[in-house]
């Protein structure tokens, strides 16, 4: 009895392995004309895992006598409930013979086991022909010209008016654009030369010129001092040009160290005397006032300061106004040049469909 019941279970177990299986074989045209084309679809239902093989044909190989394969299509795969899967695969068939065509069933092997489908019949069919008067035949017909609809020729018609005034505007456009004149601002870029070497530069001349304004000993100071003065207005803001020696000697001890103010102090008296007591410099002390304010320049220059200026131009409220006019006006033209050349590139593509 146990041998009875293991045998009963192995067979209710391969039967219910083949059930999960379902081989199906359709035919999406039962009838066509000589040379007509039709698709068969072979599809086959099983568990994921399951490993299937479709039938595979060349090119023009027949599947049935008098039926040709023409091509065979990749596999299509479905994924059902129940862990179940659908693969399909379509083929391509033709036919030359007008006959009634049976089409044997197609196997599907799934895991080494063949599953056949049903089979299935195709009519093939022949075009008529007159064989009672071989020798008459109509000429072809000649080329009908299509009436005129207004109603397939407004939307252009339409289209073409929105264009025109389009290229209009922008005429009109380019007329503003071009009366108004643009406003030009540009951005200067100026470079200056530090305090001390502009004052450097100054005393080399000076220095040069020395053997030709020595004789003339107020010319002489009156370079040097301006110098100096020039100098300490640049460096340390004073308003030297305005003020005496006195205020210059007082507004200095608040900015540097005593012995060098002494120094100056003694090249401003010196400086003082010449140009307005008419005091006559000796040449070592002519040399030694120069010396002072040169050791002065090294010693309070300043190698940070920036040389480069940026000079923007200020403009009045009206030229603001008119340079955002002109861009305005700028934008207006780009957007609407664009929008006429695609308006205009649509509506050919449009009328020459139409046409030809």
Known sequence: MKRFYTAIALVLICLSASAQVKVEMMLDSLELLVGEQAHITLSVTMKEGQQAQFPDFQYTQQLAPGVEVLETRDLDTLHLDNAMVKLSRVYTITSFDDTLYYLPPMKVKVDGKDYPSKNLALKVLTIDVDTVHPNQFFPPKGVQANPFQWSEWAP?????????????????????????????????????????????????????????????????????????????????????????????????????????????????????????????????????????????????????????????????????????????????????????????????????????
Not at 180 to 203: D, F, G, T, V
């Open 156 to 356: 252009f018609f339409w289209l073409s008016l929105l264009l025109l005034v389009m290229l209009g505007l922008v005429y009109y456009l380019y007329i503003r654009l071009r009366d108004n004149k643009p406003i030009i601002s540009r951005i200067r870029i100026i470079r200056h030369l530090p305090p001390h070497q502009k004052a450097m530069m100054e005393i080399g001349k000076i220095k040069a010129e020395n053997a030709t304004v020595a004789g003339d000993q107020k010319m002489y100071y009156t370079r040097l001092t301006d110098t100096l003065r020039t100098y300490l207005d640049e460096r340390f803001g004073i308003e030297a040009m305005e003020m005496t020696s006195g205020e210059i000697i007082e507004q200095l001890r608040k900015e540097e160290d005593q012995s060098k103010i002494e120094e100056l102090r003694e090249l401003l008296e010196t400086a003082d005397l010449v140009k307005f007591a008419k005091h006559s410099a000796l040449l070592n002390e002519r040399d030694r006032n120069l010396e002072s304010v040169v050791e002065f320049i090294q010693s309070t220059k300043r190698d940070d300061t920036p040389v480069i200026e940026r000079v923007e131009p200020k403009l009045s409220e009206s030229e603001r106004r008119s340079q955002r006019s002109r861009q305005v006006i700028i934008a207006l033209i780009t957007v609407l040049s664009v929008a006429s050349v695609a308006l205009l590139a649509y509506v050919l593509w449009r009328v020459g469909d139409m046409m030809f």
